[in-house]
């Protein structure tokens, strides 16, 4: 028999279940992450990727996630644990849940310092120092930004309090509140950012840049670049660690699943175009370089905010929203650690919060430190400084370990582990739990619509995220596939 409540407590509203989904996917990933790693490979390929691993992948894991959480009702470990005994199968499903735990406490870690960045441009913002700002000043006062790590650490300092105090209250009086005005907020002022962008930048050149597939690009490192888009779509979906999940959990019974799914998904990648829309225009407006990297947004907005009138005005607001966007998604890194501890550990929901942040906060400090003091820090110099097993020249070989703290857990989650957790849900809710246990929560009937998730949650997207995997490192080549 299924169960109705959540002892964490539920959302009062369906309205609020949205808006609380699409505050924990629209965030960093879309307006910070999305323009920066499009950038990186080239656009419009990129671009086209990434839809297609929205819609064939994401929705269906979506509406996964969100049916085993609310047919378990707990964290992510339990309920894995849980759902797997109703079904007669193997308790090491609970793994799955623990990952997410790992994936939410690495993702949350460099997530904190990120958001401190868009806090520290709200003052400066404000202030004024952008008027009349070039892309070579933006460029600078971004570079000594990062690389002062007392003011990193005092700005992830804060964002770290700001998600325990929220994670500490509660679903109902702290989550749901938030959301409800800024998420509208955020858009309106996203609409306006592209109305600026069309006026005074290259829109043209923008629009082609990010709607007009280019593969020559592509074409050289394709195994990462489709990682990578496939990667951003579990990232900005919050799919794969266990954050959909939890707020699934929370859900009345009553909610239909494929329709909440479909509006936060549809949701979450409008906003990430919107953001491209007024990015990129003003990057090609200014001759600046769609490559540059994880500072994209903090070297071209500035810019755009220096010329604009109003633009101290706009440009404090614009981070203001940024920061509760990265919040209400930093809420939900930070939730189902916070409930397996209440659960397992009798805290208290704000004990619970304290110790996951704290633990969250001391990762964090690696991270800062990786943009200056340790820059020279990778994971391959750490692993090579291990005697013995150090020396294999085969970790050279591993291209991807040559990264410091938060460029490395930024790829790790985003490209590794979100989807090998989604792939293992996938598997999960296909294959494992039974077809009447899928009927039943999912509430569809049997027609068309449930068999078409059907097939693509037992079939397309495992199969997707295996191909893309097995791209990625290059097994394609040494079976002779390709
Ligand atoms: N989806 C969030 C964003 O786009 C990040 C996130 C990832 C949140 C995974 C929760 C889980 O910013």
Redesign the pocket.
């Known amino acids: 028999m299924a169960v109705t409540h959540s002892v964490h407590g539920m959302w009062s509203t369906r309205l609020a279940f949205i808006l609380a989904a699409t505050g924990?996917?629209?965030?960093?990933?879309?307006i910070?992450?999305?323009p920066y790693t499009a950038g990186e490979y080239g656009g419009g390929a990129f671009v086209l990727v990434y839809l297609l691993c929205v819609a064939g992948i994401g929705i269906p894991i979506m509406m996964a996630e969100i049916m085993l959480g609310r047919r378990g009702r707990q964290s992510p470990i339990n309920t894995m644990r849980m759902l797997a005994q109703q079904e007669g199968k193997s308790h090491l499903w609970s793994l799955l849940g623990w990952m997410g735990i790992i994936?939410?406490f690495l993702?949350l870690s460099f997530?904190s310092v990120i958001a401190g960045w868009t806090m520290a441009y709200v003052f400066r913002a404000a202030s004024g120092t952008f008027t009349g700002i070039d892309g070579a000043a933006a460029d600078e006062l971004f570079k000594g930004f990062v690389g002062d790590p007392e003011r990193l650490l005092a700005w992830h300092t804060i964002f770290m309090v700001l998600a325990v105090l929220v994670v500490a209250r509660g679903v109902a009086s702290g989550l749901e509140r938030a959301v409800r005005f800024l998420m509208p907020a955020l858009f309106v002022l996203l609409i306006i950012m592209v109305i600026y962008a069309a006026q005074a930048g290259d829109f043209d050149a923008g629009l082609r840049y990010l709607f007009e597939p280019d593969f020559s690009k592509f074409k050289d490192h394709a195994g990462e670049a489709i990682l990578s888009a496939m990667g951003q779509a579990?990232?900005?979906?919050?799919?794969?660690?266990g954050?959909?999940m939890i707020y699934g959990s929370y859900l009345h019974r009553e909610s239909s699943i494929a329709q909440n799914t479909v509006i936060i998904a549809g949701l979450?990648t409008l906003v990430a175009i919107l953001a491209g829309l007024a990015i990129f225009p003003i990057v090609f407006a200014h001759g600046l370089e769609p490559g540059s990297g994880p500072g994209l947004i903090f070297q071209t907005l500035p810019i755009a905010f220096g010329e604009m009138p109003f633009g101290s005005l706009f440009g404090a607001l614009f981070f203001v929203l940024l920061v509760f966007?990265?919040w209400t998604?930093?809420i939900?890194?930070l939730e189902p650690i916070t409930a397996w501890l209440v659960e397992n550990r009798s805290l208290s929901r704000v004990r619970a919060s304290i110790l996951s942040g704290v633990t969250v906060w001391l990762l964090g400090i690696a991270c800062l430190l990786s943009l200056n003091v340790w820059s020279d820090v990778t994971m391959l110099s750490l692993i090579q400084a291990i005697p013995g097993l150090g020396a294999l020249d085969f970790w050279s070989r591993l291209t991807f370990l040559d990264k410091g703290f938060l460029d490395f857990f930024d790829f790790v989650?985003?490209n590794v582990m979100?989807p090998l957790g989604g792939l293992l849900i996938a598997v999960f809710a296909g294959w494992a739990l039974s077809r009447s246990s899928s009927v039943d929560e999912l509430d569809m009937g049997e027609g068309l619509g449930y068999r078409l998730w059907h097939f693509l949650i037992r079939y397309l997207a495992p199969l997707a995220v295996l191909l893309v995997f097995l791209k990625a490192v290059g097994a394609l080549q040494w079976i002779g596939l390709e």
Request: proline share 0%; no cysteine; charged share 5%.
């Open positions: 924990s996917a629209v965030g960093l990933g879309n910070w992450r999305f994936a939410g993702i997530y579990f990232f900005s979906l919050s799919l794969g660690m954050a959909i979450d966007a990265a998604s930093g939900s890194l989650t985003a979100l």
